[in-house]
């Protein structure tokens, strides 16, 4: 069976700095129509960033949507004009001061696919030099170092609620353990 939805219309709900919602009325496989909210956002970058002590580096800032402070690795929005990678390399140095080398791919995650098109990319690394670091304006947070192993067991744990940290923690780990970091 095709499980693919066919659009009919779609229209602009809102226009933000980051995100755009769009309110479309798709076609489902069996010939029904359907309404789709759509939160459109151009993307992100994390980086889970090793030291040679295997400590990763992490930043906790003031999450507004769930009113608390949030562990996280260095990540933020794609900006036009640079790769991917451009823009991963961009946030580790702003958010941590650490300048990496040997990037690698970790892969892309859907954080919520059932509303929005965000996807995040994830990358590792190890760290080169650190320095200090120049958050963006009106950015906030407090740089960490954690080792990796506590770092795992605090997402076994449910110490580490944020999504993409997760992920990029343990695929991490496990490249560590096989040798490929």
């Given at each position: 069976m095709n499980f693919t939805e066919k659009t009919l219309s779609s229209?602009?709900?809102?226009?933000?700095?980051?995100?755009?919602?769009?309110?479309?009325?798709?076609?489902?496989?069996?010939?029904?129509?359907?309404?789709?909210?759509?939160?459109?956002h151009p993307g992100g970058v994390c980086v889970a960033a090793i030291d040679d002590d295997n400590n990763l580096y992490f930043v906790r800032q003031f999450r507004y949507p769930y009113r608390e402070i949030v562990l996280e690795l260095p990540a933020g929005k794609l900006e036009k004009g640079s790769t991917v990678l451009e823009n991963g390399k961009r946030e580790l140095l702003e958010e941590t001061g650490a300048v990496g080398y040997s990037y690698i791919s970790l892969g892309q995650v859907y954080p919520s696919p059932g509303y929005t098109s965000e996807i995040i990319h994830l990358y590792a690394c190890r760290v080169k030099s650190e320095g200090k670091n120049n958050p963006d304006e009106g950015e906030f947070l407090n740089v960490e170092k954690i080792s990796l192993g506590k770092a795992v067991e605090m997402v076994l744990n449910n110490q580490i609620p944020d999504a993409k940290t997760q992920i990029a923690v343990l695929k991490t780990s496990m490249l560590l353990q096989s040798g490929k970091i």
């Open positions: 229209k602009n709900v809102f226009d933000g700095r980051i995100l755009h919602i769009t309110l479309d009325e798709v076609e489902l496989p069996d010939g029904r129509k359907s309404k789709r909210e759509v939160v459109n």
